[in-house]
């Protein structure tokens, strides 16, 4: 007997959805049901469905910590091309475009600087007048959103988007938050969980840039928020473009993650300091053009050097220069539980039971089982944005997801398949935006 087989560590499946099952119909009549063909291509997110992770990181703090611990380089390499968009606010955002090969380019936008290690050997520049950003073709494209400080260059979003565009032909890219990932921004206004304008404009964008396209979308952590916000918001009016999506260790509650984070002992002692670092080190960052905003230089003076959790970091930055009273404010309003009666596009939530920042002892089951478009696939262990089946870097999740994806656009989306469910089989609850959503940007 080897060493993994006796401390197996054993991944169980518990599969929530509605009992009014989402169906798809061709012009023959002949129909799909989404659930049934969730069970079938992917087995590994079936109810009950069994796995196994690494017997070395055999708890859900051992897998987050990993995350950080181990340098993903080496594994599931992505060649990008960034794009400026320029948002109405006058704002940039960088939109890293999967390339088959790296590109060098001499050129930088005048707002940005040169890429830096380890960024500059995967990543250059694109002009907007590229041929890149305009195609007629009928591609699946795949559309990603990050976690809280991250980018494009994060291991569990190129875990996918690797395989997605290398195995099943898709195109992909990702939209960085204002000033991640070596971006520069130009105006002083970052982003929040449920701050869904850029990632609205973004995709309006697309759809024009690529008139013939169906998009996929995928997000993690505070990127799983913001994308269950926008999806719950936009409700039936990007359904036609946007096919399926799927977010990945989404606090769903932002007021029980704030539990898990500055409550409990591992959160207020690891998690909880290491986000609020990331978060001060970004705002350190931009603070010359921050400061542009009164508020904001105030602000910063007074308690940059103080901030020591995220919550602390929520109650004097995000909240205030968001409108919001304080922390609790703005979880309140943002948790993307709230929007989930709004959901028209099929969406997957996979989330890990022992997730130590987003929680999982709080997941939206009753708002799942009330939305046919919504399915959440829980997990016992898993961490967060973990699920590592090795030491090697290999998720769980990775392989599953890309096969689900082709396989939905091919047998489903492909082949003319549309929805097809009773008006009555639908939430009725009414479902207010973010407070900070711009409506018809």
């Not at 469905?49 to 599931?76: M, W």
């Not at 960024?119 to 809280?148: C, E, F, I, Q, W």
């Not at 204002?178 to 929040?192: E, W």
């Not at 080190?281 to 959790?309: G, P, Q, R």
Request: proline share 5%; with cysteine; charged share 20%.
């Amino acid at each position: 007997m080897t060493i993994s087989e006796y401390l197996q560590n054993e991944l169980v499946v518990k599969q929530v959805c509605s009992s009014h099952h989402l169906l798809f119909k061709d012009k023959l009549g002949d129909t799909i049901d989404f659930q049934k063909f969730v069970d079938a291509t992917v087995p590994e997110f079936k109810d009950g469905a069994v796995d196994y992770l690494s017997p070395v990181l055999f708890n859900g703090h051992l897998q987050t910590c990993f995350t950080t611990v181990r340098k993903f380089e080496d594994i599931d390499v992505v060649n990008y091309k960034r794009y400026m968009m320029e948002y109405p606010d006058g704002g940039q955002g960088a939109l890293d475009i999967v390339v088959p090969e790296f590109e060098p380019s001499k050129y930088i936008p005048p707002t940005q600087r040169a890429f830096e290690p380890p960024l500059d050997t995967h990543y250059s520049y694109g002009r907007n007048t590229d041929t890149l950003l305009k195609s007629d073709d009928d591609k699946p494209m795949l559309v990603a959103l990050h976690g809280l400080t991250g980018g494009s260059h994060e291991s569990y979003v190129r875990s996918i988007i690797s395989k997605l565009t290398s195995e099943y032909n898709f195109e992909a890219c990702v939209l960085n938050s204002r000033g991640c990932c070596q971006s520069q921004i130009t105006t002083p206004q970052l982003y929040n969980g449920g701050w869904t304008n850029d990632i609205n404009f973004v995709m309006n964008q697309l759809f024009q840039m690529y008139p013939n396209r169906s998009f996929y979308m995928i997000g993690f952590s505070l990127g799983a928020s913001i994308l269950s916000n926008y999806i719950g918001e936009q409700n039936s009016r990007i359904s036609s473009r946007v096919k399926c999506a799927m977010v990945f260790g989404n606090p769903w509650d932002m007021l029980r993650s704030d539990y898990y984070l500055n409550e409990t002992r591992m959160g207020s002692n690891l998690y909880s300091p290491a986000l609020a670092r990331n978060c001060v080190n970004l705002v350190k960052k931009h603070a010359t053009t921050l400061s542009k905003l009164e508020a904001f230089k105030e602000i910063y003076d007074k308690n940059i050097d103080t901030v020591k959790t995220a919550n602390g970091f929520d109650d004097v930055f995000t909240g205030p220069l968001f409108n919001y009273k304080d922390s609790k404010d703005y979880y309140g309003d943002a948790s993307s539980f709230k929007r989930l009666a709004g959901v028209r596009v099929p969406l997957i939530g996979l989330n890990a039971m022992d997730d130590p920042i987003a929680g999982g002892d709080n997941l939206p089951e009753k708002q799942i089982e009330a939305n046919p478009f919504t399915m959440l696939v829980e997990t016992n262990i898993g961490g967060h944005l973990a699920w590592f089946k090795d030491i090697n870097g290999t998720r769980w999740f990775s392989e599953p997801v890309a096969r689900f994806f082709s396989k939905f656009h091919t047998e489903v989306i492909a082949k003319g398949y549309n929805v097809d469910i009773p008006e009555e089989e639908l939430p009725k609850d009414v479902v207010k935006n973010v407070r900070t959503t711009i409506i018809d940007q």
